[in-house]
């Protein structure tokens, strides 16, 4: 895993406060960019995976620090919690949390909390 890093093939996410050695799996693992998926599996590409996969490939390349949150997907500069889903995801699941969004994907304007997911492919 830690040459696949270093290689820049795939991106790892750990919970925030977590320490990180060489040998420590991480929690989560995404690949680092979307077109390894369609390389390596074609036919069995999951949108909500491929999802993830760029907004964590956009937010880390722009030099963002991101962890995986109690509640959400990504915990972004210890500041901004994210779920990432498509146009119909409920807002329900970070209810009462501050600093909460939702990056989404097949919107073109957000609203809102919600956020097109495609808007954080300008960070790069």
Do not use: C
């Amino acid at each position: 895993m830690y040459y696949l890093y270093n290689a820049k093939l795939i991106n790892t996410l750990s919970a925030a406060g977590k320490s990180i050695s060489t040998l420590q799996k991480p929690d989560k693992i995404f690949l680092e960019n979307t077109n390894l998926s369609f390389a390596l599996s074609p036919n069995n590409t999951e949108k909500g995976s491929l999802r993830e996969a760029f907004f964590m490939n956009q937010l880390t390349n722009a030099g963002h620090a991101i962890n995986l949150p109690l509640k959400g997907d990504f915990y972004v500069n210890d500041q901004f919690t994210f779920e990432i889903g498509g146009k119909g995801k409920s807002t329900k699941q970070l209810t009462g949390i501050d600093n909460s969004f939702f990056a989404v994907d097949d919107m073109e304007a957000g609203i809102g909390n919600k956020i097109p997911l495609w808007m954080f492919g300008l960070l790069y």
